[in-house]
Structure formats: C-alpha cells, structure tokens
T-cell receptor, first 111, second 113 residues
Framework: QQKVQQSPESLIVPEGGMASLNCTSS?????YFWWYRQHSGKSPKMLM?????GEKEEGRFTVHLNKASLHTSLHIRDSQPSDSALYLC???????????FGSGTRLLVSP | NAGVIQTPRHKVTGKGQEATLWCEPI?????VFWYRQTIVQGLEFLTY????????DSGMPKERFSAQMPNQSHSTLKIQSTQPQDSAVYLC???????????FGPGTRLTVL
C-alpha cells in the first residue's frame, strides 16, 4: 500500500518568512506529484504539480522533485497570512492508479 | 463551468438511518473520486470511477458503504445504517483523466447523531 509521508505536521513562520514543506512517497513507481492547498472550511485546490526532476517556480512558490529519493518539497517565500492553510501532497503512477494523499502540513503565517 | 457540484451540503441523520450523497462532476471529466475527511484521520480515499466503471474501491468500508456512477453526469455514495463514526466531510473530486489534477467539490458535511 503506497504511503505519502509529509513533514512537518505543523509549521509556524513569520510574515515575510520562508516556509519549507516536505513530502516522500513509498512507491518506487510513482510518476506524478501534486501540492494542494486547503484553506479552513474550504476544499483542497491544486497549487502546483511536478513530474520531472528539478525545480519549478510560480510566483512565490517553488517545488523541487528528486525522483531517485521519491522526495518533493514546496517552498513559499515572503509568506503571507493568506498562505495559512493545510498543504496536502499527492502522488500517483501512470496507468490510471488512484492518487494517494499525505496527511498534510498545517502552515500558520503569523503577522 | 460550475465546478464539481455536491448535494446536500449538510446532512444530519440519526444512528441507523441511511444517507445518500450526490456528486455531479465537471462535464468532460472521465474520473470521479470520493474521499472522507476528518480532523483525526485526514483525507481518506474511498473509491474511484473512470468512464463510469469502478476502478478502485479499496478505501470503502465494505459492509455499509456503496458507490455508483450510473451515468457520466453523476455519482452517488450511499451509507446504510449510519454510525456516529461516519460523521465527516465527504468530498467528491473529478479529473480529466485518472492521473490529472483533481477538482474538488464543496463537500457534504454528514453528522450522525
């Protein structure tokens, strides 16, 4: 049974600071990683995806992927209070397998 | 595009009663997923359809839970003999393909008294 482990469970960063979130899959055949963000009382919404080794940047958000170690990380620079949310990492493999979600990292950005 | 539609948004049942939750995926999406979310357990996968066919129901509690997708425009999750531990937010998501970005509905909050 594939597992997706996220760390830390919770994180507090000051406004303007850098938040770093980690995610590792136990499935050596995983091909795709996503990061979803879920604000309190809302549904998860896809933030970024990464399928190839390396780095991808979109505004204040950067994701890294190391396929050899099955590890991805999400970095948020210049964190804002509006970034406070639950961040979910998800992984899947090709072939129509289900997407497996981690338990999430709860980020609080303190003003 | 209205997004994924889930009804009802809130449902309260008594212990032992039946609950049916509805999901209308985004038009053109071939995959539909059902999840359950609680503070304690987090986001739990329940079941997954692609092109209306059941693909994976490994997360479904076997005895009281069932899901169907009779046509491409809606799916239902039925819980028989609801128990207090079934209280959760039930989320439906759809994607263009089974491995693509998932779009989540607003969820149905089920409370079993």
């Amino acid at each position: 049974q594939q597992k997706v482990q996220q760390s830390p469970e919770s994180l507090i960063v000051p406004e303007g600071g850098m938040a770093s979130l980690n995610c590792t899959s136990s499935d050596r055949n995983v091909d795709y990683f996503w990061w979803y963000r879920q604000h309190s009382g809302k549904s998860p919404k896809m933030l970024m995806s990464i399928f190839s080794n390396g780095e991808k940047e979109e505004g204040r958000f950067t994701v890294h992927l190391n396929k050899a170690s099955l590890h991805t990380s999400l970095h948020i620079r210049d964190s804002q209070p509006s970034d406070s949310a639950l961040y979910l990492c998800a992984a899947s493999r090709t072939g129509g397998y289900k997407v497996v979600f981690g338990s999430g990292t709860r980020l609080l950005v303190s003003p | 595009n209205a997004g994924v539609i889930q009804t009802p948004r809130h449902k309260v049942t008594g212990k032992g009663q039946e609950a049916t939750l509805w999901c209308e995926p985004i038009s053109g999406h071939s995959a539909v997923f059902w999840y359950r979310q609680t503070i304690v357990q987090g986001l739990e996968f329940l079941t997954y359809f692609r092109n209306q066919a059941p693909i994976d129901d490994s997360g479904m509690p076997k005895e009281r839970f069932s899901a169907q997708m009779p046509n491409q425009s809606h799916s239902t999750l039925k819980i028989q003999s609801t128990q207090p531990q079934d209280s959760a937010v039930y989320l439906c998501a759809s994607s263009f393909s089974g491995t693509g970005e998932q779009y989540f509905g607003p969820g149905t909050r089920l409370t079993v008294l």
